[in-house]
């Protein structure tokens, strides 16, 4: 009788390898998903915030130089419409502030902002500088989340410890803070090494990547929101540099604040 020799499937010929392949990959294209969206997510809050602090006292000096230009008019010729135009006008310039303006930046769908958390632990506020942080914090911010991501853990307790920690990474890059980020690489380095995961089923591995392509559809809606709101809108105009549009909208109002003060000398100079 010959002698009859025994082939086996290498590991990575076996289904359940291919298998896991593919959730491995699933895994790291949903990272890479959620960073791009945080990111513009990032963009989104930081425009809105330095929009309304850079840019807030031209609106405010705006509508007070249209009030003045109203009433100016409405002394002069005393028409009701005009006397009710320079009402209308005077009442944006000081609004009464709802509710949701007067909680603005401090409560969160978590509850506290990380501004208003920080003045109650007297830790000092770090309002972002730029709309886009730097090549160097988003190369690092990129780094820490591909290491750090919760859906890499192998267990609740891990899972909750790099929750914890990747809210801290992003509210770093949140403020553009690079040595932050630094310190948190390190922090994370040093911290225990991740455990080697366990071969899984096949029926594990399937329900895996039905939870991924579930998480891929939500974290869809949540880009397309970003990109439909008025933020968003404005940023797409600019892709290539966001801190670049928000100079020309203040270039573009300060040239209106020169013309209304212009046609408001010109209107007390008729009366």
Do not use: C
């Not at 960073?35 to 989104?44: D, G, N, S, W, Y």
């Not at 192998?154 to 630094?182: H, K, T």
């Not at 600019?238 to 000398?265: C, G, S, W």
Request: hydrophobic share 40%.
């Amino acid at each position: 009788m010959s002698e009859q020799t025994e082939h086996t499937v290498p590991d990575d010929e076996r289904p359940e390898a291919r298998l896991e392949r593919a959730v491995r990959a699933a895994e790291q294209a949903l990272i890479e998903f959620e960073i791009a969206v945080e990111t513009f997510r990032v963009e989104v809050e930081n425009f809105s915030r330095l929009h309304h602090q850079k840019l807030g006292p031209m609106y405010t000096r705006l509508d007070e130089l249209d009030a003045l230009i109203a009433e100016a008019k409405a002394a002069r010729t005393g028409d009701p419409e005009d006397l009710r135009r320079a009402r209308d006008a005077r009442s944006l310039v000081m609004p009464m502030p709802g509710v949701d303006e007067l909680f603005h930046d401090w409560m969160g769908s978590d509850g506290l902002g990380d501004d208003a958390a920080a003045m109650l632990t007297e830790r000092p506020v770090r309002p972002p500088e730029r709309v886009r942080p730097s090549e160097e914090v988003r190369r690092l911010y990129r780094e820490l989340v591909r290491r750090a991501h919760p859906d890499l853990a192998q267990d609740e307790a891990e899972r909750a410890r790099r929750d914890a920690f990747i809210a801290r990474v992003n509210a770093a890059y949140g403020r553009g803070e690079e040595q932050l980020l630094r310190e948190l690489a390190q922090e994370w380095e040093a911290g225990p090494a991740p455990e080697r995961a366990e071969p899984e089923e096949s029926g594990e591995l399937y329900a895996r990547l039905e939870w991924l392509a579930r998480r891929k559809e939500l974290l869809s809606l949540v880009a397309k929101e970003l990109e439909d709101s008025a933020i968003g809108s404005m940023l797409r105009m600019a892709p290539e540099d966001p801190d670049r549009l928000l100079e020309e909208i203040a270039e573009q109002l300060l040239a209106r604040v020169a013309e209304r003060e212009a046609e408001l000398a010109a209107a007390l100079a008729e009366g």
